[in-house]
């Protein structure tokens, strides 16, 4: 696991604070156990291979390994069960078999160390950066999503995991950069968009929070506007990916016709020190994926850049038009039982919920 949780981390390393002063090789400093209980969270650390994929269920007190199938057989599976979550229906309600059988290839041999309510963080591999864990499909007592038995995030490794936990504690304020809601030349509005803003503010003090929206949410506006000085970063906007050139993805803000994207070039330009940036976007994960480095994109981009966890709150497994038409949910959405589009689109669930790593 050594082996493998040091080579994630190989590509990120140098855009966060920690690579500055560890060594991640130290045996001292990888402490899986160790950094489960810094987290207050049971870490799932996943790696496809070819005959066998692992699962690494690390807690507090102990760490388990599992061997699962083939690399072939989950990839087939994930994206078969993408398909379903692209289509009009709602995957629980037909009683989805690719659902279950993720979770049942996935979770299943860890269970007995999952109670429920836990904090889980999914560090994936491969075809897994492109499912969503909370849409997995629990067959007992009675069908459901696991979102409804835990909180997930996602992390990019292990040891950089190790190193977000580490560097919260030395935060002291909660200053948001709040970007959304823009008015794109090709991209038509995201329903919901400006609720959502509203929302996302009143977690925050208000003297504490720098919000640009409408005409004002430029890809200037965050590249001059010090977002280096923020906490917390928050974008509600479409989102690209450039699978043949990653550093082209973006995220659609306001402007004109050859300015109005963020690319993820000028993101890594940018120094950041936030403790959390999060992508509220449609496709805005997706990018390519390499064994041992995981998501290149936008997320990459700002880790690249400093940030310490980039979670990404968007409906890259939504047919773009149903993307364009679904709301924001919250956290009532989650307990209401809705269809995992709203609850992949829910900032309440993220930024009110969301355990610290």
């Given at each position: 696991?050594?082996l493998?949780?040091?080579?994630?981390a190989?590509?990120?390393?140098?855009?966060?604070?920690?690579?500055?002063?560890?060594n991640?090789?130290?045996?001292?400093?990888?402490?899986s156990e160790?950094?489960a209980?810094?987290?207050n969270a049971i870490?799932?650390?996943?790696?496809l291979?070819p005959?066998?994929?692992?699962?690494?269920?690390?807690?507090?007190?102990?760490?388990?390994?599992?061997?699962?199938?083939?690399e072939?057989?989950?990839?087939?599976?994930?994206?078969?069960?993408?398909k379903?979550l692209?289509?009009?229906?709602?995957?629980r309600?037909?009683?989805?078999?690719?659902?279950?059988?993720l979770?049942?290839?996935?979770?299943?041999?860890?269970?007995?160390?999952?109670?429920?309510?836990?904090h889980?963080?999914v560090i994936?591999s491969?075809?897994?950066?492109?499912?969503n864990?909370e849409?997995?499909?629990?067959?007992?007592p009675?069908?459901?999503?696991?979102?409804?038995?835990?909180?997930?995030?996602?992390?990019?490794?292990?040891?950089?995991?190790?190193?977000?936990?580490?560097?919260?504690?030395?935060?002291?304020?909660?200053?948001?950069?709040?970007?959304?809601?823009?008015?794109?030349?090709?991209?038509?509005?995201?329903?919901?968009?400006?609720?959502?803003?509203e929302?996302?503010?009143?977690?925050f003090p208000?003297?504490?929070?720098?919000?640009?929206?409408?005409?004002?949410?430029?890809?200037?506006?965050?590249?001059?506007g010090?977002?280096?000085?923020?906490?917390?970063?928050?974008?509600?906007?479409?989102?690209?990916a450039?699978?043949?050139?990653?550093?082209?993805?973006?995220v659609i803000?306001?402007?004109?016709?050859?300015?109005?994207?963020?690319y993820?070039?000028d993101?890594?330009?940018?120094?950041?020190h936030?403790?959390?940036?999060?992508?509220?976007?449609c496709?805005?994960?997706s990018?390519?994926?390499?064994?041992?480095?995981g998501?290149?994109g936008?997320?990459?981009?700002?880790?690249?850049?400093?940030?310490?966890?980039v979670?990404?709150i968007h409906?890259?497994?939504?047919?773009?038009?149903?993307?364009?038409?679904?709301?924001s949910?919250?956290a009532?959405?989650?307990?209401?039982?809705?269809?995992?589009?709203?609850?992949?689109?829910?900032?309440?669930i993220?930024?009110?919920?969301?355990?610290?790593?």
């Open positions: 696991m050594r493998v949780e040091t080579n994630r190989q590509t990120l390393i140098e855009g966060l604070r920690l690579a500055r002063t560890t991640f090789t130290d045996s001292k400093v990888f402490q160790g950094v209980k810094r987290a870490v799932l650390s996943y790696w291979a005959e066998h994929s692992y699962l690494w269920a690390i807690t507090p007190s102990r760490t388990a390994m599992f061997v699962l199938p083939g072939s057989v989950i990839n087939q599976t994930v994206e078969s069960y993408r379903t692209a289509g009009p229906r709602d995957p309600e037909i009683a989805d078999a690719n659902g279950q059988r979770y049942n290839m996935l979770v299943a041999p860890a269970q007995k160390l999952i109670p429920k309510g836990s889980i963080a994936p491969g075809s897994l950066y492109e499912l864990f849409t997995l499909l629990v067959p007992d009675q069908l459901h999503y696991w979102i409804e038995d835990v909180v997930i995030t996602n992390a990019s490794s292990l040891l950089l995991l190790r190193g977000s936990a580490s560097a919260q504690e030395g935060f002291a304020d909660k200053r948001l950069l709040l970007i959304g809601d823009p008015v794109s030349p090709l991209y038509p509005p995201l329903p919901q968009a400006a609720s959502e803003v929302r996302v503010k009143q977690y208000p003297d504490q929070v720098q919000t640009y929206s409408g005409k004002n949410a430029t890809a200037q506006a965050y590249l001059k010090d977002p280096g000085s923020f906490s917390y970063i928050h974008f509600v906007a479409h989102g690209v450039s699978r043949a050139s990653p550093l082209d993805s973006a803000l306001s402007g004109e016709e050859s300015s109005y994207k963020l993820a070039r993101i890594v330009g940018k120094r950041l936030a403790k959390l940036v999060t992508i509220s976007s496709e805005g994960a990018g390519r994926t390499y064994a041992g480095e998501l290149v936008l997320s990459w981009a700002f880790l690249r850049a400093g940030a310490h966890q979670p990404t409906g890259s497994l939504l047919r773009r038009d149903q993307c364009w038409a679904r709301s949910g919250g009532a959405d989650r307990q209401a039982g809705l269809t995992p589009f709203r609850w992949h689109l829910s900032p309440a993220l930024l009110g919920a969301l355990p610290a790593l």
